[in-house]
Every structure is written in structure tokens, then in C-alpha cells.
């Protein structure tokens, strides 16, 4: 029987929500306890390409609650490097397959260096978890697909386990969101076949957010590039109205993922109306748009990737692709 164009994708979208219920109720409270991660100074997230997007919308979360600094660490800074001081810092490598040599260099030269490292993959037994003092699974279970979507929204779910971990007092929060979106698992966007018409006239797409939501566009332009070969560029809200709103005299989609914080509303909302009076096309996307309310930041940006993800599946397949399979890529990126 021949497969059908993008039916691993669609199944493991559908599956995602699910995902996240079950990473984000790991209780490792004791594993972290035992490490030196509550006491660190800073945190460091390792990974890249779809989980380097979950990672980003992490830290704005671990920020928000901790009140420490999170930032990327290139693993080149390891990997071709000599590495950085990690004494007193901790690190979250993020890697679905947990096979990728940079970062098990990287997780290597880090705790050589000082750092506490705790590792999120979907791999049991990988490299980069053997190599990490605590490894919170994504248990996704196999992803066929080329491109990841359940295992980036367990990624975000693993992260805030650990969070919880590290601040018990974020576990109510973190609990009440678990709630809503086991409300909301099968929900569909209400305007899911016109944001998926605008996007199949687009030749150039903006996705933009602001805080958590920032990430979630990330990978939101990532798999638009990826799946559809159509270009899309991530901004957060508060950037994308210097130099790049200069596009906007080019046919131009926008696609605002909004988390719902009262805090970042403003900022999207100015962003939205100047695409507007400029001509863009442009779609606003919350987790009210399903009758999620109350979400965490982190917990809103996974929502919000599970109701764009079909779009961009759909998109994919219009345009004549195999979602599945995206011609020059492959599951596991060996890089250095």
C-alpha cells in the first residue's frame, strides 16, 4: 500500500497534546535535588534547530520564574572549542534523538568545565544521556516524520517538569495548565482553512511573537521552510517594526502567535496594525482561539504550535510536498 503524502506528521500532531500530559507530570524533583540545577548560578540550553526553538521558549519561561539568566550555548563553543567556565551554571541539552555528536562533546566539556548538566531526549540510552546526570524523557515514543512536532511540544512539557523540579511552588501552575489542554487535545483552529489559504498564497511570511511565544515562532518559520519551501523569518514583536517591516512592500503574510499574557499584548497589538495599514495579511493566533485560558507562557506557546502544525501540514501537502520526508533532510543532523 502506498503511504500517503504527510500521514506520519498528521499522526504524530495528533498525538502531541497527549505528549505533553505526560512529560510535563514527571515528578523529578529527587534526580534534580541530588545535582547542583536549584542552586544554579545561570542555565545554559544546548540544542538546536527544532529543539533549540523549545529550549527558547524554556528560558523565557525558567527566566520568568527563577529570575536567573538563561541563554543559548553554542556547542561549537565546546565542540570546536575549548569550552567556556561552567562552574556554578547548569546546562539543558535538548535533543530528540540525543545522538548528534556536537552535543555529546558539548555535555562532555561541560561537565568537565564545572557545570551541572540535565539532559531532554526522546532516546532511551542515547549518548547525550549517558553522559548527563539527570535525563527527563520526552517518551514520545518513534517519530517517523522527518520533521518533529510531538517530540518539540514534549521538549517544552520535559522543561517545565524540571522547572517544577527546581521551583516546587511552580507546580500548581503548572498542573492547572496540564488541565486546560487535556481540555482542548482535539481542538481544531476555528480559522484554520483560511490562515492555511493566506499561507498558500504567500511568498513570504513573518511569524512573530513575544516572550514564550517568541520561540514558538521559531519553529513555526522552521517548519514552514522545511515542509513547504516557502521562506519564513521568525521576529519578536519588539524588533520586526525596525528594518524588517520594510518587507511589508513585498506580498507579505504575517502570522502573529499570541500567548494571551497581558504583559506582551501591547507590543503585538502595535505590531498588528501596522502590518495591517501597510497591506500585510495578517493572522493572530491564541489558545482563547480553542478556550484555553489560564496557560502558563510555556504551556500557551506548546498549545499554540499543536494549532498551527496542521496548518502548515496542509499547506505541505497542497503545495505538492511529502511532509514526511522533506527531500535534502534527514532525522538526525550530524554536525560539529
Known amino acids: 500500500m502506498t503511504k500517503q503524502a504527510g500521514s506520519h506528521m498528521a499522526a504524530e500532531i495528533e498525538q502531541a497534546l497527549g505528549v505533553f500530559s505526560k512529560a510535563a507530570r514527571q515528578d523529578v524533583a529527587g534526580a534534580v535535588a541530588a545535582t547542583g540545577l536549584p542552586n544554579a548560578r545561570a542555565f545554559y540550553t544546548v540544542a538546536r534547530g527544532s529543539s533549540d526553538a523549545a ?28 569550552g567556556v567556565d561552567m562552574t556554578g551554571a547548569a546546562a539543558i541539552a535538548i535533543s530528540q534523538s540525543g545522538a548528534s555528536d556536537d552535543l555529546v562533546r558539548t555535555v562532555k566539556g561541560i561537565r568537565a568545565r564545572g557545570g551541572s548538566v540535565v539532559a531532554i531526549t526522546n532516546q ?5 544521556e549517558a553522559e548527563a546526570q539527570v535525563t527527563l524523557p520526552i517518551g514520545a515514543g518513534p517519530e517517523l516524520a522527518v520533521p518533529a512536532t510531538k517530540t518539540v511540544i514534549g521538549s517544552v512539557a520535559a522543561g517545565l517538569a524540571l522547572l517544577a523540579a527546581i521551583s516546587p511552588d511552580y507546580r500548581a501552575d503548572l498542573d492547572r495548565t496540564i488541565a486546560t489542554i487535556e481540555a482542548v487535545t482535539d481542538a481544531t483552529h476555528p480559522h484554520q482553512a483560511q490562515i492555511t ?37 521568525a521576529y519578536s514583536s519588539s524588533e520586526v517594526l525596525h528594518g524588517p517591516l520594510q518587507l511589508v512592500s513585498r506580498p507579505l503574510m504575517v502570522l502573529m502567535l499570541d500567548t494571551g499574557q497581558d504583559r506582551v499584548q501591547a507590543s503585538l497589538d502595535t505590531a498588528e496594525a501596522r502590518f495591517r495599514s501597510s497591506g500585510a495579511t495578517v493572522w493572530r493566533v491564541r489558545p482563547s482561539d480553542v478556550g484555553a485560558d489560564g496557560l502558563t507562557p510555556a504551556g500557551a506557546a506548546a498549545l499554540l504550535l499543536r494549532l498551527v502544525y496542521p496548518v502548515i501540514l496542509a499547506t505541505a501537502i497542497a503545495l505538492g510536498h511529502d511532509p514526511d520526508a522533506p527531500s535534502p533532510l534527514s532525522k538526525v543532523t550530524q554536525t560539529t
Open 124 to 128: 532511551t540510552g542515547s549518548s547525550v
Open 55 to 82: 529550549a527558547n521558549i524554556l528560558s523565557y519561561e525558567f527566566m520568568r520564574v527563577l529570575g536567573r539568566p538563561v541563554t543559548s550555548l553554542p556547542p561549537s563553543v565546546f565542540s570546536l572549542g575549548e
Open 197 to 233: 489559504s493566506a499561507l498558500l498564497r504567500a511568498q513570504h511570511v513573518y511569524v512573530i511573537g513575544r516572550g514564550a511565544g517568541f520561540g514558538a515562532a521559531h519553529e513555526v518559520a522552521l517548519k514552514i521552510k522545511e515542509t513547504c519551501a516557502i521562506h519564513a523569518e
